[in-house]
Nanobody, 120 residues
Framework: QVQLVESGGGLVQPGGSLRLSCAASGSIRRVYGMGWYRRVPGKQRESVAS???????NYEDSVLGRFTISRDNTKNTVYLQMDSLKPDDTAVYYCNARLDIVGFSTTDYWGQGTQVTVSS
């Protein structure tokens, strides 16, 4: 019924940029907060950035000033613009959204993950 489809990952050199997108689809009544997480094997999942339905943003300290999260409420889509990328940003990035789905309780949903690799 519900899908969160991510796109935009890839291989980039240090200092480069990528833009991730995550679109939610299905019988959605409301979209609440949305955000991005990342995971490296052997390391705990880390919250990268989040944005409320009203547009209030929050960033992990290491990406502050380099990453920008935004959303388009008409498309149920959240974006992550990543600039000045560093090798330490290499990870699988997952989007998250809290959704009110017709016929179901409000629940957190996750995208499939997209690989971001920063290397020369």
């Amino acid at each position: 019924q519900v899908q969160l489809v991510e796109s935009g990952g890839g291989l980039v050199q240090p200092g480069g940029s990528l833009r991730l997108s995550c679109a939610a689809s299905g019988s959605i009544r409301r979209v609440y907060g949305m955000g991005w997480y990342r995971r490296v094997p052997g390391k705990q999942r880390e919250s990268v950035a989040s944005i409320t339905s009203g547009g209030t943003t929050n960033y992990e300290d290491s990406v502050l000033g380099r990453f920008t999260i935004s959303r388009d409420n008409t498309k149920n889509t959240v974006y992550l613009q990543m600039d000045s990328l560093k090798p330490d940003d290499t990870a699988v990035y997952y989007c998250n959204a809290r959704l009110d789905i017709v016929g179901f309780s409000t629940t957190d949903y996750w995208g499939q993950g997209t690989q971001v690799t920063v290397s020369s």
